[in-house]
């Protein structure tokens, strides 16, 4: 019998039984001291009880997870997963084959209710078994070298929650399933909450009746959800960017928390969707998102993407080879508003190795025109040439023993130099700028689950981002700081899972970039002052909060 074969048998046994006040340095420094240990008390009152009630009320033995493919199997979430959110093989083979059992096409009866009439049956699955939300919420603190300005400093928040999503899945009948995600998001739209889909998709499993060898997703969705780090389900919950980029250059007064592997890493680069010559501080003509930031997730490591994908494995569900390619629907940043079409491939390889279930991944991604360089001259924004392609390419490797986890991800941005001929009397200047045509991201994470109900994990990330590299010298008034720079963090998280799908952790980020400056342009370009640098103003950032789905 087959690996897949006893997996499945086993199961089926299973389920039967970012201005700064007029304080000196030292001052502040005390006051921050004071500040961090004043969190630390509170986040020590506010931890401990939560944990102590939780197991005082939680039956830590036979707790169960009650998520809506947990209710529909009546399984426990440890089912499908290591340690919630991450998938474990099973899990990730139920994902692949479109929400049915792997090596089955049971999405079309298995615990739906029937219902008989003149034209044949009609299965549906009870509300319940495909209904699902998700609450995250916490208590945070972040340290800065100076004040980011912007409303931005370094006071406790307290966001519980900020986020509500409403998952709705499974499978309408057999070979066909779907997946929709709502967001409640009550900080998007400032002082109006917000409702709003994020991923909406449709898969249509084994086609041909070949089990397992095509199966093609269409709609909104994460096209890295079958790659061995994926964008979705990360153990440190994102922790995204204040920044505006309705302006240019993009004021940013804190970098996200988020797995630099997925970032652009690229500065100096825009939508051009205004005309060249706006003035830069114009949000109602740049609007938002004309500024690309170099820190959010994006091409085959966005959260979201428009498009098609076929994947599957060429030698059917026992196969140890999980092929994917597919097509992203954006729009291009040459001015004319067009659409373009990116494509992408990915391959994955399975296999066990010293006791562990292991897999290496690489992919490629191809986005057509889809950044421009641009500089802010004279107060308003000048474009390239033209726009240039972004190509990135990534591996990635997953090791999973019984209470370890250990993943990474490395990626690997390229783009073309820009050439600068049609600005007239800036031309010459703007020729002076220095760019950098590659950037990289690196991503590891180690998971341990010292106890059935600990987990604790580390997470390192560095982005050697690309780009504009130092403004025109013309423009500068002291030393051309580079712009492009290196960001390096550490993110230990503690989690206790009173329940499997619900978890109570205490995180922390830990900023060890080496300290550098913006460059000064005395007032030439916005918000280049000689400051430090976003990527090395924040310290650190500590958080206690909750995760929980049902």
Known sequence: MNVLSVNTFAVRLFLNGLSKPNLGATQMKKISMKMSECFCRVAAMFMLPIMAISMFLVDIGTAEAIPAFARKFQANCALCHTNVPRLAPFGQQFLANGYQFPGTTDGGDT??????????????????????????????????????????????????????????????????????????????????????????????????????????????????????????????????????????????????????????????????????????????????????????????????????????????????????????????????????????????????????????????????????????????VQYADSATDITRVGIGARAQWETVDVYFAYTQDSVDNPTWNDLGGMTAMANMSEWEDTATGFSLEADWRFDPNWMLGVRYDQMDAGGLKRLPAGVVTTVNDEINATVQMISPILKYYPSPNIALYTRAHINVSSSSTLPDTSGAVAGFDGQEHPASNLENVVALGVDMAF
């Open 111 to 380: 615990a739906k209710i029937k219902l008989d009439g003149a034209q044949g049956p009609v299965t549906l699955d009870k509300l319940s078994n495909m209904m699902a939300v998700r609450l995250r919420g916490d208590i945070q603190k972040a340290s800065y070298k100076d004040e980011p300005g912007g409303g931005v400093d370094d006071r406790v928040e307290i966001n519980l929650p900020t986020i509500v999503n409403f998952f709705f899945g499974g499978t309408v009948t057999e070979n066909i399933s779907y997946f929709l995600e709502s967001e409640y998001n009550r900080m998007e739209a400032g002082a109006e909450a917000s409702i709003k889909f994020e991923r909406v998709v449709m898969q249509f499993s084994n086609i041909g009746g070949a089990q397992g060898i095509a199966n093609v997703k269409v709609g909104n969705f994460d096209p890295s959800s079958l790659f061995s780090f994926p964008t979705h389900r990360q153990q440190l919950n994102p922790i995204l960017p204040i920044a505006q980029t309705d302006q240019y250059p993009p004021a940013i007064q804190r970098i996200p928390m988020l797995p630099y592997a997925f970032s652009s890493k690229l500065f100096g680069m825009s939508t051009a969707s205004a005309p060249a010559g706006t003035s830069g501080s114009d949000a109602d003509v740049l609007g938002e998102g004309f500024a690309l930031l170099p820190f959010a997730p994006t091409l085959y490591n966005a959260p979201t993407q428009t498009g098609i994908s076929v994947h599957g494995r060429p030698g059917g569900d026992n196969s140890p080879l999980l092929y994917q390619v597919g097509m992203a629907l954006n729009t291009k940043a040459d001015g004319t508003g067009d659409q373009r079409t990116d494509v992408y491939a990915m391959l994955r390889f399975d296999f066990q190795a010293a006791g562990a279930d292991a897999q290496v991944s690489g992919f490629w991604y191809n986005a057509p025109d889809a950044a421009r360089s641009t500089l802010l001259m004279g107060g308003n």
